[in-house]
């Protein structure tokens, strides 16, 4: 209780102190660069005091020069912070809409250009997905759930195709990414914050180059493939 306390204020103060700066800089010279590099900071900092350490296998498989589509099995809270991080990327997203209604963050989210998704509204989910699948051809890497949502058991769940959609659109490759352990930080339904060695493997890229929509769903069947290669069997006892 008292850990997760202390790192929910540490974000708070950061965020209203630095987002107001980063925000103006941005703005003015139409670069997010800030605003990755205090969130990078933001995230070094917060990691530490929740205890959280990284055992990253297969970052030597990503291409400097290229931009991809990073597809993640999604365990907890803490997924995207830790992937944005241990990927040494300036990685945007596509959220949930309901994340851009947080003040503060969600002006940064869509300086940056984070992609929120309305789950309820099909026609404005495919608006993102294009959305997307431009942001991707212009050269910005992306990071998405397939899932959807957290898995409340620890178990890889039904895939949702819109981001496969959007890698075939844009040609990119599809980077799978297999987390483990970070489910262990903040349990279901938890408010307390414990330490956790989270397992982060990078599999090889699956090319989308010349891909149609016919071939989604092998898509769909290779990415889930690699990611359940490396994933663990859940800790039933949470």
Known sequence: MVRATIVYLFVAIYVAFAAPVALTWSAITRRPGLIYLLARMCVAVAGRLCGIRLDVQGRERISPDQTYLFLSNHQ????GPILYYASGRDLRALVKQEMMRLPILSLA???VGFIPI???DPVRARASIDRGAQHLREGLSYLAFPEGTRSRDGKL???KKGVFFMAIKAGVPIVPVTLNNS????PP?????RPATVQLVFHDPIPTAGLSVADRDELVHKTRLAISSALREPDVSL
């Open 183 to 186: 489910r262990l930080i903040q």
């Open 157 to 159: 769940g039904p895939f």
């Open 118 to 120: 309305d789950r309820a």
């Open 76 to 79: 907890g809270n803490f997924d």
């Open 109 to 111: 989210l869509r300086q």
């Open 189 to 193: 339904h938890s408010y307390g914050i």
